[in-house]
């Protein structure tokens, strides 16, 4: 019998002192749940993306952009997207 899965990441180590906060499950594979979140870095807030264990919540990879990098998400969205092959509905012409 599998272990049950864990759906919240487990802080108590890496971020204890300040965990992300808001933070959202964005994608869940096999081996990892996939996350974003906004922490304070230095002055500033940032983006962390950071992946943990489904099983323990154990944080396995961590990585920290400054919120900038949103901006720049956003602007290319649509390319990003194409470029993935999941365009958008309104993209592909499709009407309800």
């Not at 108590?12 to 499950?25: A, D, E, T, W």
Request: with cysteine; charged share 25%.
């Amino acid at each position: 019998m599998s272990k049950p899965r864990i759906v919240k990441p487990d802080f108590r180590g890496l971020f204890r002192r300040s965990p992300p906060n808001p933070y959202f499950k964005i994608a869940e594979g096999v081996r990892a749940i996939f996350w974003v979140g906004v922490v304070n870095y230095g002055n500033e807030k940032a983006l962390l993306f950071f992946t943990s264990n489904p099983y323990s919540g154990y944080i396995t990879g961590r990585f920290i952009l400054p919120k900038e990098a949103l901006l720049g998400i956003l602007k290319y969205k649509k390319e990003l997207a194409e470029a993935l092959g999941i365009g958008s509905q309104e993209d592909s012409g499709n009407t309800c």
